[in-house]
Structures are given as C-alpha cells and as structure tokens.
C-alpha cells in the first residue's frame, strides 16, 4: 500500500514563540497549519534549545531601548506590543489568539521597575524620550516602591514600567494548544522536503522513507511554507533546496548569545521578595535584568540578564556565578543571597542579520531563497524579541493571504492532524522552563 498523500494550506517549521504565535492566529483565519519543531528530534539538531522558553518574559514597550535618551525606531516598532499581549491575554486579539486558552498565563508582575546605581541619575533625564513612547515611565516616592526593591538604601531612583512579564511556560502552553497540530520532527532531519515548482508547492517526506500512515511513509503537500526555527532557519532552507547546496542567496542570518544566571533560594533558607526589572548603570544596556519565578518545588527563584550574560559568554559557569553575585552586590546589595543554589544557562538569540551585528529593530520576514524564485512559497522570519511575536505572525498572515493561498477551512485539526500521522511524527513536547530543566548544575557558592 504506498502512503497517504495530504494536502494542508501552511507548514510552519518552529514551535517557538514565532512559529505557535503564526499558527494559531492562520488556524483562527481558516487555515490548516502543520508545525514541525524539530527540538528533541533524531535529526542531529544543532543542540542549541529554542530560545522562547528561555525567555524573561518581559513584554518590552521600548523602555529599554530608550535607555540612550532617544527614541530609536527600535523603541517606536515595539511600543505597541503590550497592548497587543494585553488584549490576546483578554481575549480579544483582532487575530484570534486567546491565552486565557487552558486557564490562563499568569501575569507574574503586571509592571516592570527601573532602578538606578549611585551616580546615574543624570542618566535618567533621557526619560524624556518616553514621551514619544506609548510605554508609561513614573517616577516612584520611596513609600509607593514594590516589596523586592523596599531594602535599598538612599541614593537610588526607582521608576514604574508599564511593561509586564508574563511565565513564559503558560504562553508557550496555550499557543501550543491554539497552534492545534505541533508535530515532533525536524525540517532537514527527521522531514527532508523539496519544492514542486510546477504546482507551487512544498513536498515533505520523511527522510527515512518508512513512517506514514498504513506504514508506508506518507507526503505531506504544503501551500506555503513558513521557516520559523530560530537559528535553525537557514539550515531548514537548505533542506528544502534553498541556497543552491551552496548557501549562496540563503538570506544571512545571526546569533548573539548570552550566559543566564538562575539564582534559587532552598526550602528552609529565608528567600527575598520577587523583583522584576532593571537596575541601570552608565551604559545603555541594563546591567542587570531580574525576574523572579516560583519553581515546581515551591522555591524563589530569581533569573538573571542584562549587561552581565551579554558579557558572560566567555565565561565558564563558576565565573559566570561569580560575576553575577558581584554585580548582584552592586544592583540589589539589599537581596541576601547566602545559602542560595545558583546555575547558568547558555542561549542564541537568532535574528537576521545586521551590517554591525546588532539587534535588528524590528521583526523581519523575508524570501527563503527555495525554490528557484517560487514568489514566497517558502519564507523565514525571526521576531526578534519575545515582544514582536504578535506582529511577526501578522506579517505572515499578510503574506500568505497576499500569495492568495485561500483557507481551506481549516480550522480544525482534521487536515494537519492527517498531515502528522501521514509523515509518522509524535506530538512535540513542551520544553522546561531553565530552572526546570533538569540537566542544571546547580551550585551553593
Ligand atoms: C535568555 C533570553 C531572554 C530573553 N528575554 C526576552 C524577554 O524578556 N522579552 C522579549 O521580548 N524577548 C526576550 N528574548 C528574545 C526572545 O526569546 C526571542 O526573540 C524569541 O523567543 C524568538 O522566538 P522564535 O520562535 O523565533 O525562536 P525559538 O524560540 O528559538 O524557536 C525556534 C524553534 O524552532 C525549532 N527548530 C529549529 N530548527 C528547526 C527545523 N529545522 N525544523 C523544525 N523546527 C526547528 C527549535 O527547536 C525551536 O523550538 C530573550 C531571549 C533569550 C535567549
């Protein structure tokens, strides 16, 4: 009996943020979405995990971004988002994504605060770039600052953020179930594709030839195909052709990585009030970034970036501890960290590439270079931040309805559901928050 042979409107390679964000909203407009997140798979991954769940989960308004006292486009682009996330958290997203889906994603701080080292007050007048910011910035009398921040002394200023930060576990969760159909394999490992110029359309195949519905390895048909991976973008367009075997035409691509500090409080040792945000120092990135978490065992946990894991990279992880309690002397001296556990974990921010290899400001979404020039039947797109994920999926949205590839009425899972059993995958699993994961050294220092 040879394999099922199925048609679905979208696959969207990556279940990060990006890719389940896009899928759903496309399931609500009519489409039928595969997603393949290739995390876990056999297919000799790159090893490098998917950044979305290492995410601080601050919805960013641009605060950050005007730390130079100007407001740069970066600023501009992302002072829109936390509306955005506001209304998919309600419920009344124009593009459908509900995150009250399975109970709701906890709000872990409704704001973000904004505290400063001795010396750097004058730095904060550059606080009159948050009028032209939609992000709200309010100085705090001492007797309205939140509990984490209460022990500081004199000397320091602290400002509210209108910016929130959601548990990134509960997004990741509802937008997988919003997502409808995420399936285990890797686009280039587990899946190998190629384009059918002829019909405009993408042919995914195991790349074992077996799996597949009655066993004989099904071919899954695609209308569009949206790389959505992360740093796997440019490898997952090879797989489908792009780049002529030579990578030349693939759109370039870059990492940044940073070396993230969990600090955790055990059970018996008195743990510090929850503190999010950023303590500021003389340079325009924060020094420190801090949120705070409670983990499945019932302990503070506190999860540190910023200025201190841009330059811990090179740092091996007993370094990289002992730099961040310095910095923590320095930024929270007031948080007692004896008897705390800490850890380190490594990430890639994967974004397209810029001429300095800075942060693009804005999310971007771009031919993938497959296909010969097929119009846009195969494109990659990075968000950039965690923030962006909303409009990168509208961008998507917008392309696949401009490439006129007409819903199928999909909205289901009937067609992707078929999709997945006819290439033999599994369900994809979530992927453990840091502090969860249990490959973590965790140190008492
Ligand atoms: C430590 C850290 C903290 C951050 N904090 C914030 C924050 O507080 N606020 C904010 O707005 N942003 C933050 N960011 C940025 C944010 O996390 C990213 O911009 C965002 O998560 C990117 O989402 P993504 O879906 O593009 O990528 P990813 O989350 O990396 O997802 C890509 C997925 O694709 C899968 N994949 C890879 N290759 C393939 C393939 N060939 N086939 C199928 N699947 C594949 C991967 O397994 C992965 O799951 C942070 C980033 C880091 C690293």
Redesign the pocket.
Known sequence: MSGAEVMVDVVV???????LWTAAALRHAGYSVLV????GGGGG??GV????????????GGMKYALTGEASAAARAIAGMPAAWEAALAGRSADGVDLRDGGGVRVLSPCTYLWTTPGVLSKLAGFAASRVLRTAVSGLDRGAWPAGLAGASKGISVYRVEEPVLAVDGVMAALHRQAGVVAA?????EVVGEVDAARGEVVLRRADGGGGVGGAGGVVRAKQVLL??????V??AR?LGAGGGNGQGLPAAQTRP?H?VMVRWPKGVSAPAEVFGHCVGPSNLPKLTI?SATDSGGRRVMYL?GEV?EQGVKRDAAEQISAAKAVMAQCVPWVDVRGAEWGTCR????EAATKDGSRPDVPVLVEAGAGGGAGGLVVMG????????PRLAAMCGEHVRGRGVVPSGGAGAGGAEAARAALGLDVARA?PLPWEDGGVEWRAV
């Open positions: 390679a990556g279940g990060g943020v990006a890719g393949l997140e290739g995390r991954g790159s995990p998917g950044q979305s769940i290492g995410a601080q989960g601050i919805i960013h394999g890797r686009l280039g490992g959505l991976a992360g740093a796997g973008n490898d997952a797989a940073l993230m949120t970036g894991a990430w890639e921010r994967a990075w968000p950039t931040k965690l923030a962006f994920a992927a």
